[in-house]
Antibody, heavy 118, light 107 residues
Framework: VQLQESGPGLVRPSETLSLTCTVS????????WSWIRQPPGKGLEWVGY???????NYNPSLKSRLTMSVDTSKNLFSLRLSSVTAADTAVYYC?????????????WGQGTMVTVSS | DIEMTQSPSSVSASVGDRVTITCRAS??????LAWYQQKPGKAPKLLIY???RLHSGVPSRFSGSGSGTEFILTISSLQPDDFATYYC??????????FGGGTKVEI
């Protein structure tokens, strides 16, 4: 299974950041899928996860601006983060949740850098 | 919200050294704890999940222990490929995902 993030590398402040993660070599079904981000030079921050049925759970600090969705026909899931500021500048990773009962992330995309700037 | 505290934030070590990294949770997460290794410019890699289970393909020099609020990652004999930053993550059901601040292992 491989994951590949895609989306614009530059987003203007107050606009909406949109990213897609395409899953290849396996199915979305029966797994949870997640987004994690990492500001330059800083640590990892969990953004949210979504089940293949569409049920989602978001980081409380982002919940009011965040929407995640899944498209099983195209084998991809997506993130939309509205009203972005410079604080949203980060490498965004998509990842699969390991099927072990907990929420560890066993497969990661390579990451995509998103810069919020005018 | 749960907080994850790693220590130390950095450690200097040599090839062959035994290295231990501690992760503390602000309240009990049972055994829902994962460890990752990240190298510059790369995505993190899962090393350990469920506190002590070695992920597929990970060398046996890596091990994890602990439960409740205190967890330890041990590298039994540090190899050149192990110089990286290590993160713990609470993998509890709701809400999941909080990471520790990271520990940089350097020469």
């Amino acid at each position: 299974v491989q994951l590949q993030e895609s989306g614009p590398g530059l987003v203007r402040p107050s606009e909406t950041l949109s990213l897609t993660c395409t899953v290849s070599g396996g199915s979305l079904e029966t797994f949870y899928w997640s987004w994690i981000r990492q500001p330059p030079g800083k640590g990892l921050e969990w953004v949210g996860y979504i089940y293949f049925t569409g049920n989602a759970n978001y980081n409380p600090s982002l919940k009011s601006r965040l929407t995640m969705s899944v498209d099983t026909s195209k084998n991809l899931f997506s993130l939309r983060l509205s009203s972005v500021t410079a604080a949203d500048t980060a490498v965004y990773y998509c990842a699969r949740v390991l099927d072990s009962g907990g929420f560890a992330f066993d497969i990661w995309g390579q990451g995509t850098m998103v810069t919020v700037s005018s | 919200d749960i907080e994850m505290t790693q220590s130390p934030s950095s450690v200097s070590a040599s090839v062959g050294d035994r290295v231990t990294i501690t992760c503390r949770a602000s309240y009990s997460i049972n055994r829902w704890l994962a460890w990752y290794q990240q190298k510059p410019g790369k995505a993190p890699k899962l090393l350990i999940y469920d506190a002590s289970r070695l992920h597929s393909g990970v060398p046996s020099r890596f091990s994890g222990s602990g439960s409740g609020t205190e967890f330890i990652l041990t590298i039994s004999s540090l190899q050149p490929d192990d110089f990286a930053t290590y993160y713990c993550q609470q993998a509890n059901s709701l809400p999941p995902g909080t990471f520790g601040g990271g520990t940089k292992v350097e020469i």
